[in-house]
């Protein structure tokens, strides 16, 4: 069985600081593994999405990084601001079999970046 | 609409009420699902309806969890004799493809008092 670990769950920082969330996962026979943002009250917000061929993806001041073979992602933030508060949420899509279509999610950081 | 949306977004209710909830996926969207998130916890499988095919039901905690799919338009996610436990966001989410990772929804927050 799938499962997703991410650390730290919570994490200050004063704004400016560039920051590194953690997600690992034990099964690497992943088809996809999806970064979100989650907002109090609202739905998830993807940030990025990286294939299981794929060794990194950024979008802006993210950048996501996936080492399939030692079960692990990393989500890089650069310059953090204070808008970037938020709980970043971690899911894998296993590669094949059945079931295929869900997604396993890590209980998520809770980032605070302070002004 | 645009995205995938869901009703009520709070519901407070009293333990042992039914209790349904709404989602209506993106149009076009044949694949729907039904995730939980209970406080402190990841999301949560519950059920997985594509096109016409038989949903993928084994998320579901109990026989007091059902939902429906009309096609491939709204779905409601219905909780029945509702449990203190049962306290937590319902999330809904749509893909036009299940190969394709799925839009989410903003969320049900349930409370059972």
């Known amino acids: 069985k799938q499962e997703v670990t991410q650390i730290p769950a919570a994490l200050s920082v004063p704004e400016g600081e560039n920051l590194v969330l953690n997600c690992s996962f034990t099964?690497?026979?992943?088809?996809?593994l999806q970064w979100f943002r989650q907002d109090p009250g609202k739905g998830l917000t993807s940030l990025l999405l990286?294939?299981?061929?794929?060794r990194e993806q950024t979008s802006g001041r993210l950048n996501a990084s996936l080492d399939k073979s030692s079960g692990r992602s990393t989500l890089y933030i650069a310059a953090s601001q204070p808008g970037d508060s938020a709980t970043y949420l971690c899911?894998?899509?296993?590669?094949?079999?059945?079931?295929?279509?869900?997604?396993?999610f890590g209980k998520g950081t809770l980032l605070t970046v302070n002004p | 609409g645009a995205g995938v949306s869901q009703s009520p977004s709070n519901k407070v209710t009293e333990k042992g009420k039914d209790v349904e909830l709404r989602c209506d996926p993106i149009?076009?969207?044949?694949?729907l699902y039904w995730y939980r998130q209970r406080l402190g916890q990841g999301l949560e499988f519950l059920i997985y309806?594509?096109?016409?095919?038989?949903?993928?039901k084994s998320g579901l905690p109990s026989d007091r969890f059902s939902a429906e799919r009309t096609g491939e338009s709204v779905s409601t996610l219905t909780i029945q004799r509702t449990q203190q436990e049962d306290s937590a966001v319902y999330l809904c989410?749509?893909?036009?493809?299940?190969?394709?990772?799925?839009?989410f929804g903003p969320g049900t927050r349930l409370t059972v008092l």
């Open positions: 989410a749509s893909s036009f493809d299940p190969a394709v990772n799925p839009f």
């Open positions: 099964d690497s026979a992943i088809y996809n």
């Open positions: 990286i294939q299981s061929s794929q």
């Open positions: 899911a894998v899509r296993k590669n094949s079999g059945g079931s295929n279509y869900k997604l396993t």
């Open positions: 149009s076009g969207h044949t694949a």
């Open positions: 309806f594509q096109g016409n095919s038989a949903p993928d």
